[in-house]
């Protein structure tokens, strides 16, 4: 399917093809790209809840190509705080601007969203459930690191139950040939929906401990524990220092194996990794913006 004008809700709307032309065309805007491919388009800007990353490497991706942000950070400026509903406001902003970027802390709201407006919605991140354009951007940072996307093994460690990056990304590789082990206190396991969607020989593992697996991975992709998730946040805070990854993870590990994480950290990645050739995150962070060019490219029919 062409990609002009589609809506970006979950990554099970994109095949294979999809995944590797967004790869494919970020890797090329690492090198070139025309800074007036999207002069006179506007992108709408909504986040629901709070964003440092997706936000901002959206708003800078739409700037580098040449077009226009509008939007808010707090929602707490707009109607919906004098009681407007969701999709009254998406319709409104519908004859703003050409595309939508939006976060919400709901699941779901960005089909009710797109069911609503006539161009694109790109779903920023949907309560627990997905967060597809993350994905993209961990795509292109693992193919960068290894030179392609098939033939690794990746390790989740940390909150697999409502970290919304993890779930995305595991349903995204079910396309590649990749050996996955989820490691997480049972309380914050994978979904068993997301967990029945990944073919069972690629499940290497599923464990509380990182020490058993740790010298098999060639990734290890570590998440924080969703606090605002919790129902009950003595629950989260039981749970809260349940591992810490650090350089003693470094001495069990492959030398090569590279560290991806979504951030925000909240104490579960030591800064004292950061210096080390192992890191990836701060780069997979900076990909963002590639990534969201790419796509923002390939929607608008430009790329
Ligand atoms: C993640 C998110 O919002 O889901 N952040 C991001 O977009 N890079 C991860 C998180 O909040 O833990």
Do not use: C
Not at 73 to 91: M, P
Not at 106 to 127: F, K, Q, T, W, Y
Not at 202 to 227: C, G, M, P, S, W
């Amino acid at each position: 399917m062409g990609f002009q004008g589609r809506d970006v809700l979950t990554v099970e709307d994109f095949s294979k093809e999809d995944l590797l032309r967004i790869v494919e065309v970020a890797q090329s805007y690492t090198q070139h790209f025309d800074p007036h491919l999207l002069n006179g388009k506007i992108l709408a800007s909504l986040f629901f809840e709070p964003s440092t990353r997706t936000r901002l490497s959206f708003e800078t991706a739409m700037k580098r190509l040449g077009g226009n942000v509008i939007g808010f950070s707090d929602w707490k400026d707009t109607s919906i705080q004098k009681g407007e509903d969701l999709k009254d406001t998406i319709k409104v902003i519908d004859g703003y601007a050409d595309a939508i970027v939006m976060r919400h802390p709901e699941a779901g709201s960005a089909h009710a969203a797109a069911d609503v407006a006539r161009i694109p919605v790109i779903n920023g991140g949907d309560g627990s459930n997905q967060h597809p354009t993350q994905t993209f951007v961990d795509l292109f940072t693992i193919f960068q690191s290894f030179g392609k996307l098939d033939g690794f093994s990746i390790g989740f460690l940390g909150d697999l139950k409502y970290g919304r990056t993890v779930h995305s990304l595991v349903k995204a590789l079910k396309h590649f040939d990749v050996d996955m082990y989820f490691i997480s206190p049972q309380e914050i396991g994978l979904p068993d929906d997301i967990l029945k969607s990944v073919t069972s020989h690629k499940i290497k593992a599923q464990t509380n401990d990182l020490h058993e697996v740790a010298k098999n991975l060639d990734f290890l992709y570590v998440t924080r524990i969703q606090k605002e998730r919790f129902l009950f946040q003595d629950e989260y805070t039981k749970l809260s220092a349940s591992y810490q990854l650090g350089m003693n993870f470094l001495a069990q590990a492959k030398p090569t194996v590279k560290i991806m994480h979504p951030l925000p950290r909240v104490g579960e990645l030591k800064h004292e990794l950061d210096a080390s050739e192992n890191a990836l995150y701060f780069k997979q962070a900076h990909n963002g913006i590639p990534t969201r060019m790419a796509l923002l490219g390939l929607l608008f029919g430009y790329a």
